[in-house]
């Protein structure tokens, strides 16, 4: 059975960092993408960044430079530190492994 299992969601003000976890099981995870995505209330599910298995990462325009998206094989974990946060930021983050499985997701607000 696959598991992802996010956590480090929180409330957070803005120029403030948090980081995201992925903790995965039930995959042979050192050969999955990983990627996180995110969705804010009314806007649809979109892509933050992405991981593969040898290391090559891609992220949405609005959060280079800003978020950066690590693995730790060992771990079965995928990270997303995210620096600078806008308000603009705020929404669930979810955890994807591959094309199919889903994490339950983590709220992010970023607010004073």
């Known amino acids: 059975q696959v598991q992802l299992v996010e956590s480090g969601g929180g409330l957070v003000q803005p120029g403030g960092s948090l980081r995201l976890s992925c903790a995965a099981s039930?995959?042979?995870?050192?050969?999955?993408?990983m990627g996180w995505y995110r969705q804010a209330p009314g806007k649809q599910r979109e892509l933050v960044a992405q991981?593969?298995?040898?290391?090559?990462?891609n992220y949405a325009v609005s959060v280079k430079e800003r978020f950066t998206i690590s693995r730790d094989n060992a771990k079965n974990t995928v990270y997303l530190q995210m620096n600078s946060l806008k308000p603009e930021d705020t929404a669930v983050y979810y955890c994807?492994?591959?094309?199919?499985?889903w994490g339950q997701g983590t709220q992010v607000t970023v607010s004073s």
């Open positions: 994807r492994a591959g094309f199919s499985f």
């Open positions: 039930g995959i042979i995870f050192h050969i999955s993408t």
């Open positions: 991981i593969t298995s040898a290391g090559n990462t």
